[in-house]
């Protein structure tokens, strides 16, 4: 039986212990790596229509809304939603789970704004006749993400709170009922790289213990809120957070796992932190605001994260101005 394990690749027995999604829009990457969900981002997205085995797919929405009435900012809004859906319709076809969609950037900081979009979104998959439960609508996770996706859980929308690097914005999240977080591992090891200019390995990096200690606070006090580790640097950082409930993994990492040998052991177990000792914390929103304030990489990451993904939905909108 051992040596059997041995000649498993990584990527084969990670399954084993932890469900593996894509973090990509790449149709073809999925249908390699056979993994159960996918995760895509502005990011992602525009990344996806500047190739062009995938361009037909916003020329076709652009030309769906040849005659629209709308005009300007509001037609580049109403395309781009479209077009998230046309490529999560397309995941969908591949993955047998649920693909994460997101909503824009600059509502990040409005509650209103955002349940309005993400209805929408909603909507848009259900006139193509899929089911909500497939769905995840993704919202930074900021006081104002936390809020609004309380409401939405509520409605049956399940949620995805992204642009996470805090046990504060997880806690948060697991308190009033989010479906699935994804604390970011690859950029909390970036920022403490070049803020101590050290090179972090295995159980040391900072963005491997975040999430081992979110998974160890949620696990022991019994919250549903499923674990999605992601943004991840190497293979070593995926390795030691097996078990964890889910990881979104890069086409580049998905590749490496495939390609490598060797034993992996489940790191993160349910049964051994339920036993651990864990404080509760306090997340009103004042102190939620104060936690996330005290922690300098939270503060600066997330900050920085929505500002990217802004600034790439607004160059999706430049090529969508373009082509109109």
């Given at each position: 039986?051992?040596?059997?394990?041995?000649?498993?690749?990584?990527?084969?027995?990670?399954?084993?212990?932890?469900?593996?999604?894509?973090?990509?829009?790449?149709?073809?990457?999925?249908?390699?790596?056979?993994?159960?969900?996918?995760?895509?981002?502005?990011?992602?997205?525009?990344?996806?229509?500047?190739?062009?085995?995938?361009?037909?797919?916003?020329?076709?929405?652009?030309?769906?809304?040849?005659?629209?009435?709308?005009?300007?900012?509001?037609?580049?809004?109403?395309?781009?939603?479209?077009?998230?859906?046309?490529?999560?319709?397309?995941?969908?076809?591949?993955?047998?789970?649920?693909?994460?969609?997101?909503?824009?950037?600059?509502?990040?900081?409005?509650?209103?704004?955002?349940?309005?979009?993400?209805?929408?979104?909603?909507?848009?998959?259900?006139?193509?006749?899929?089911?909500?439960?497939?769905?995840?609508?993704?919202?930074?996770?900021?006081?104002?993400?936390?809020?609004?996706?309380?409401?939405?859980?509520?409605?049956?929308?399940?949620?995805?709170?992204?642009?996470?690097?805090?046990?504060?914005?997880?806690?948060?999240?697991?308190?009033?009922?989010?479906?699935?977080?994804?604390?970011?591992?690859?950029?909390?090891?970036?920022?403490?790289?070049?803020?101590?200019?050290?090179?972090?390995?295995?159980?040391?990096?900072?963005?491997?213990?975040?999430?081992?200690?979110?998974?160890?606070?949620?696990?022991?006090?019994?919250?549903?809120?499923?674990?999605?580790?992601?943004?991840?640097?190497?293979?070593?950082?995926?390795?030691?957070?097996?078990?964890?409930?889910?990881?979104?993994?890069?086409?580049?990492?998905?590749?490496?796992?495939?390609?490598?040998?060797?034993?992996?052991?489940?790191?993160?177990?349910?049964?051994?932190?339920?036993?651990?000792?864990?404080?509760?914390?306090?997340?009103?929103?004042?102190?939620?605001?104060?936690?996330?304030?005290?922690?300098?990489?939270?503060t600066d990451k997330l900050a920085e994260g929505i500002r990217r993904f802004a600034a790439d939905a607004v160059k999706l909108e430049g090529i969508i101005a373009t082509m109109i």
């Open positions: 039986m051992h040596a059997e394990t041995h000649s498993k690749t990584l990527l084969a027995q990670l399954k084993q212990y932890t469900t593996v999604v894509a973090d990509t829009g790449d149709f073809e990457t999925m249908r390699k790596y056979t993994p159960q969900d996918a995760t895509t981002n502005p990011t992602l997205i525009l990344k996806m229509v500047q190739q062009p085995q995938y361009q037909y797919l916003l020329e076709q929405v652009v030309t769906d809304n040849r005659n629209s009435t709308l005009k300007g900012a509001q037609l580049y809004k109403k395309i781009v939603d479209e077009l998230l859906v046309a490529v999560g319709l397309q995941i969908l076809q591949i993955v047998p789970g649920r693909v994460s969609t997101e909503v824009d950037a600059r509502l990040s900081f409005d509650v209103e704004g955002s349940l309005e979009k993400a209805r929408h979104l909603i909507s848009l998959y259900e006139k193509a006749g899929v089911d909500r439960n497939r769905i995840l609508i993704k919202l930074a996770s900021t006081w104002e993400g936390v809020c609004a996706a309380e409401v939405l859980q509520k409605e049956n929308i399940n949620c995805n709170l992204t642009l996470l690097f805090s046990l504060a914005q997880a806690v948060a999240c697991a308190k009033v009922g989010v479906r699935l977080i994804s604390p970011f591992v690859g950029r909390i090891y970036d920022y403490y790289k070049q803020t101590t200019g050290k090179d972090f390995q295995g159980p040391e990096d900072p963005g491997v213990q975040s999430v081992k200690r979110i998974y160890t606070y949620l696990k022991h006090f019994g919250y549903p809120t499923q674990i999605m580790g992601a943004s991840f640097r190497n293979v070593d950082q995926i390795l030691e957070l097996a078990g964890c409930d889910l990881l979104t993994i890069s086409p580049e990492l998905l590749e490496k796992l495939q390609q490598s040998t060797g034993s992996v052991t489940r790191k993160l177990e349910i049964e051994s932190v339920k036993a651990s000792s864990v404080e509760e914390i306090d997340v009103s929103e004042k102190n939620f605001r104060w936690l996330v304030n005290e922690e300098a990489m939270a």
